[in-house]
């Protein structure tokens, strides 16, 4: 099978992971939910998302349980026990070797710190520091950051339309030198999640030459999120060309919806990861057709 096609089964996989965060899901459930044998899903899903099966499951349970502390009052021997841990006393230790702090104490500290903020930025939106928001419409539309729904730590980030009416589009995105990447191949990845994009979203990454001659491109327009749909991973790969500049990225949303953005990554990968650029020349004919409109 090729990456696409694997990459295609572990969203497949993704999706039901978060399906099913609270039940109990051995590597051979998993696996034969991918319809592999558990010894090849274990490699194809580290290749895809960078981590085991196992640290992944644990990364999301614990991000889970982390934001029910802060947003619920449930209690912590609770939430231990819906996320799958054996006892309060296991879910304290994994809990501090992540956040270093008890869950008791997390609870107390980020409601306080969390309440601040919301004071202090009622109706007031602020862009993620280091990101630019543009497009076509970027008055139609507002981000910001989440603290409620996330992927992984404290934070994601969102983009969204502020009304059903929104038209154009917006992205929020970042430009760098592409000195360091240079000859390589290169992946953009994110953790996304989507709710009720009428219009399309995806992430984005293009090449450009120093005089504004983009030399490659993909916004995932070929295979776009719509929809509502739960966290999963997404990626763009293209080569950088030596003559290259500049290399902009982000993720962007078409029409009205929302959608959030976490552990978003750069990773130079190797010819086993095709790229995704969208070529054009692959859709045209090879001669002219119908000269004399009689055909």
Not at 167 to 186: D, N, P, V, W
């Amino acid at each position: 099978m090729s990456y696409q096609e694997h990459e295609k089964t572990i969203q497949e996989t993704l999706n039901y992971i978060e399906q099913h965060l609270k039940d109990d899901l051995p590597l051979q459930t998993l696996a034969k939910h991918a319809g592999y044998s558990r010894f090849h899903f274990h490699r194809i899903f580290k290749k895809v998302i960078k981590k085991s099966v196992v640290d992944y499951l644990r990364e999301r349970r614990m991000t889970q349980a982390a934001k029910d502390l802060i947003h619920t009052d449930q209690r912590a021997i609770d939430i231990a026990f819906q996320y799958r841990f054996s006892s309060q006393e296991s879910f304290t230790r994994a809990f501090k070797k992540i956040y270093d702090m008890s869950p008791a104490r997390y609870r107390k500290l980020l409601r306080n710190v969390i309440n601040e903020e919301e004071t202090n930025m009622a109706d007031h939106q602020n862009t993620p520091t280091g990101w630019i928001m543009t497009g076509d419409a970027p008055s139609d539309y507002e981000t910001g950051l989440d603290n409620k729904i996330v992927h992984s730590g404290t934070n994601s980030a969102y983009l969204k339309s502020k009304d059903k009416k929104a038209g154009g589009f917006a992205t929020l995105m970042q430009q760098i030198k592409s000195e360091r990447y240079k000859g390589e191949r290169l992946q953009f990845s994110a953790f996304v999640k989507s709710e009720d994009v009428q219009g399309s979203a995806g992430l984005w990454m293009r090449i450009d030459h120093s005089s504004g001659e983009i030399l490659a491109f993909d916004n995932m327009m070929n295979r776009p999120i719509t929809g509502t749909n739960g966290w999963n991973h997404f990626s763009v790969v293209l080569d950088v060309p030596v003559k290259s500049e500049v290399i902009a990225f982000g993720v962007l949303l078409q029409g009205p919806g929302h959608i959030w953005m976490d552990e978003l990554s750069f990773k130079i990968v190797d010819e086993s990861v095709p790229v995704t650029e969208q070529n054009t020349v692959d859709h045209l004919e090879d001669e002219p057709v119908n000269l004399n409109f009689e055909g």
